[in-house]
């Protein structure tokens, strides 16, 4: 019962971080210590049968955590970040420096070599060039009745559902900065907003599509080449800072704020990620 709750708390953080702006829920499972566990159970849920019950029951209770914490706690990160919005998004950033020495652990071989320092810088420009692109700050949507889209938008939806589902699950990426890239954030936030079935059925094929095959290649990719993945995936959560950086608190009561919260989120990350 100890091990589920504990599975259950950690799905719960990365569904906040879902409703976070500028927050990866892959960064997130990285910190917590079960990203690989999470991609592996996603990748090979429809093709290893004989394992297909054990990922069912880890992927429930991750997703329930999710669930239930996206429901509970959706209005509380609402009045956080309105009210404290630099001391909330530096105890996210607590969490995931924090992190930081456990994920170089995760792997029992991480010496540096070239191929590994190269991932490494592939995986902050990543982050670096989204940040660039993806503008932080857009005018209030005025939402509609309906949203009614033609045959080409539908494929539009798929098709930044795909990328927006497959961000989800690496660290450093949020999902709604690649549907801003792609210019379907409206259309999404709108159908959101009036539950418009229509345009949020195209998205989720997208995004159940991108989810499955994302993890599908992350999970090769941690077997075949260990080592410069985890030092891949070091290298976007590392730059993931940089996007959530609200700067520093003013005045003395807000700095020293800033001091113990960005403290208690190193501690809880090395607790929380306890492998």
């Given amino acids: 019962m100890k091990d589920v709750i504990k ?3 950690k799905g719960g953080v990365i569904g906040i971080a879902n409703v976070i702006p500028g927050v990866s829920g892959g960064t997130m499972a990285v910190v917590l210590g079960i990203y690989q566990k999470l991609i592996e159970a996603i990748g090979n849920f429809l093709t290893q049968e004989e394992k297909r019950k054990e990922y069912a029951i880890f992927l429930g209770k991750v997703f329930a955590g999710a669930g239930a914490a996206i429901v509970v706690f959706s209005w509380l990160m609402d009045y956080l970040l309105t009210h404290y919005e630099q001391h909330t998004y530096l105890f996210f950033i ?17 010496k540096l070599s070239l191929p590994a320092f190269l991932t490494f810088c592939v995986g902050i420009s990543l982050i670096l060039l989204i940040f660039l692109f993806a503008p932080v700050h857009h005018a209030p949507i005025k939402t509609e009745m309906g949203v009614s889209i033609d045959a080409r938008q539908a494929i539009m939806l798929v098709i930044s559902g795909i990328f927006s589902g497959g961000s989800m699950i690496m660290p450093g990426i949020s999902g709604s900065f690649i ?12 159908a959101v907003k009036n539950i418009n079935v229509i345009p949020l059925f195209f998205l989720g094929i997208g995004v159940a599509f991108g989810i499955w095959s994302f993890a599908k290649i992350i999970d090769i990719l941690l077997k075949r080449f260990p080592k410069e993945t985890f030092y ?13 950086f609200p700067g520093i608190p003013t005045g003395f009561g807000g700095v020293l704020t800033a001091i113990v919260v960005f403290s208690i989120a190193v501690f809880l990350s090395y607790k929380l990620g306890d492998r």
């Fill in 94 to 110: 607590g969490l995931i420096l924090g992190s930081v020495p456990s994920i170089y652990k995760t792997h029992s071989n991480m």
């Fill in 232 to 244: 891949f995936i070091l290298g976007l959560v590392v730059a993931s800072v940089v996007p959530i």
């Fill in 7 to 9: 599975l259950m708390l």
């Fill in 179 to 190: 549907l801003v890239l792609l210019g379907q954030y409206h259309i999404v936030i709108r």
